[in-house]
């Protein structure tokens, strides 16, 4: 299941453990409640409305208090999800009506399970079924369009080209950290402590007991190992990846500081490319995804109200 219809079975799951309490009303006005909610933002002439952004808050299990500050965040997820139909619907791609029915029918069974009353829970969540079909249909729609897109050409052709982001290799890496107000000065400080490394003046892990301004460099700048994907954020693992061992980067910027990376160890993964294909497909879905809202965003009327 993906991100979109997950959050949005786990809210009605949510939903479902806490009950009605005595007061509410068993049913709700949502059939009507969008079209009298304020509008937002306009994508392409399309409304985005409070109530959309009411009724996504809860997808996310957002508690009442959480919301303002978060406002903004969630107006853009809306704004990317309507660009993403529209483009969907433009490239005329969509999943199989009975793979959406299918989503549903679990969903039902699951709340069955958990003693709960599926129309209870729409009108407590303020959705009905049209639009939670609504909602679920995006991503089933955006994994039809995935499926055309990534051909077992391209597939292969990624294993081939990308192999240790997903083969289950590791690097043993290291780092030296500047942090000043003066970015371009710590990249000239690290770019001539790099050289006196290079030339074996000093050592990396010296250097970084020495002037590393992390808490690793107690441990000689020793970051441990890592995989391409999890315990690192960016850019670490598209550097360390990207060098042999005792290598040494050029002083790279970064939300951390500016780094200087090396490479001590590394470990060749023993996954295959059927290991790998489901974390494959999900990474080329994200990043087809950022590119084609990229895309839309640049050419996209897009209006605050």
């Known amino acids: 299941m993906t991100p979109i219809s997950r959050a949005v079975v786990f809210a009605l799951l949510f939903l ?58 969630i107006i853009e997820r809306l704004i990317d999800r309507q660009l993403l139909r529209a483009y969907l619907a433009q490239k005329n791609v969509s999943a199989n009506p009975e793979q959406l029915e299918a989503h549903l029918t679990r969903l039902k069974t699951r709340l069955k399970e958990r003693k709960a009353d599926f129309d209870q829970l729409l009108a407590k969540s303020g959705m009905t079924v049209e639009s939670l079909r609504h909602e679920l249909r995006l991503p089933l729609d955006w994994e039809a369009f995935v499926k055309l897109d ?15 982001e997903f083969d289950g290799s590791e690097v043993q890496a290291a780092q030296i950290v500047l942090k000043s107000d003066k970015p371009a000065d710590d990249e000239q400080k690290l770019r001539d402590l790099r050289g006196k490394i290079l030339d074996k003046t000093i050592t990396f892990a010296d250097a970084a007991k020495k002037h590393s301004q992390a808490p690793s ?27 042999k061992v005792g290598e040494v980067c050029e002083p790279v910027r970064s ?51």
């Open 217 to 243: 460099a107690a441990m000689g700048g020793d970051l441990g190992r890592f995989g391409f994907r999890g315990r690192q954020p960016p850019p670490y693992p598209q550097v360390a990846f990207g060098l």
């Open 150 to 164: 990534v051909t077992e050409a391209k597939l292969r052709d990624v294993w081939k080209q990308r192999r240790q």
């Open 16 to 73: 479902g453990t806490c009950g009605l309490s005595a007061d509410e009303p068993k049913s709700t006005k949502s059939k009507t409640a969008k079209s009298d909610s304020p509008v937002l933002v306009l994508v392409n002439g399309q409304p985005i409305t409070e109530a959309d952004l009411d009724n996504f808050a809860k997808s996310l299990r957002l508690a009442a208090n959480e919301i303002p500050q978060r406002r903004e965040q």
């Open 255 to 305: 939300p951390f500081g500016v780094l200087l990376i090396t490479v001590t160890e590394r470990s060749e993964g023993q996954l295959s490319l059927e290991d790998a294909r489901p974390e494959i497909l999900q990474q080329l879905s994200t990043e087809l995804q950022r590119e084609v809202l990229a895309q839309e965003r640049a050419k996209a009327k897009i209006e605050r109200l």
